[in-house]
């Protein structure tokens, strides 16, 4: 089960990647469903891939790990970064990823969406 969380909402309420009770506040928070929720991956599919058989329209363009578009930061849970990408080494040991060429191995993940806003991310954009 991942649990999702849009980046933009952090931006509004002040909150921190980092803050330890991030997802607790959002739970609390009263977000839109497409902001804050909750959803299954099938085996075989990426994060994207399960986010849009779930109806989400999360951010996306070149789909093949060349754009960060589709960044997203892993709060909790495992989700392992395949060896080809754009994203440089200082923001995959912060936990960021792309949701177009990975998905959660864990059971249960916590992932924050919409990382193209985040400054480190966004200097990547193409
Ligand atoms: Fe371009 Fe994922 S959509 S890296």
Not at 48 to 71: H, I, S
């Amino acid at each position: 089960m991942v649990e999702f969380l849009n980046f933009e909402v952090l931006e509004d309420h002040g909150w921190a990647l980092q803050d330890e009770d991030l997802f607790a506040k959002a739970a609390d928070a009263n977000l839109q469903s497409t902001d804050f929720g909750r959803f299954y991956v099938d085996p075989n599919d990426t994060l994207l891939e399960a986010a849009e058989k779930n109806g989400f329209a999360w951010p996306f363009a070149c789909r093949g790990g060349a754009c960060t578009n589709c960044a997203v930061a892993v709060v909790d849970g495992e989700m392992p970064s395949p060896a080809s990408h754009i994203l440089p080494p200082e923001l995959t040991e912060k936990g960021i990823r792309l949701s177009c060429i990975a998905a959660p191995v864990s059971d249960d993940a916590k992932i924050v969406y919409n990382l193209k806003h985040l400054p480190e991310v966004s200097e990547l954009l193409l």
